[in-house]
Nanobody
Framework: QVQFVESGGGLVQPGGSLRLSCAAS????????MGWYRQAPGKQRELVAG???????NYLDSVKGRFTISRENAKNTVVLQMNSLKPEDTAVYYC?????????????????WGQGTQVTVSS
């Protein structure tokens, strides 16, 4: 089973940027599609961005044009660059496996959840 450690969160003002990183253990990381998920207080966890092993991406509509997901298989790392942050982006962010179709994506968490990283967008 692959394990994930998320980092890079923090407090940022609206309009600001953050870069989240996910370090994965396990040599099988490169064969899975990966995703960044988030969970806001009182809400269900949702998938916000996904990337296939080949680099094809998909995004939740509310983050399109603001968030960019990338991966570096040789380093077992997935990154989420978040720009133009809004208060509604406030949540704990997690990475895990995901499933991507041609123009869609689905939650498909195959490993235990890490501790996540807190993102707070507030003035």
């Amino acid at each position: 089973q692959v394990q994930f450690v998320e980092s890079g969160g923090g407090l940022v003002q609206p309009g600001g940027s953050l870069r989240l990183s996910c370090a994965a253990s396990g040599s099988i990381f490169s064969i899975y599609a990966m995703g960044w998920y988030r969970q806001a207080p009182g809400k269900q966890r949702e998938l916000v961005a996904g990337i296939t092993d080949g680099g094809r991406t998909n995004y939740l509509d509310s983050v399109k044009g603001r968030f960019t997901i990338s991966r570096e298989n040789a380093k077992n790392t997935v990154v989420l660059q978040m720009n133009s942050l809004k208060p509604e982006d406030t949540a704990v962010y997690y990475c895990n496996t995901a499933r991507l179709g041609y123009k869609s994506m689905w939650p498909d968490a195959r490993s235990s959840w890490g501790q996540g990283t807190q993102v707070t967008v507030s003035s």
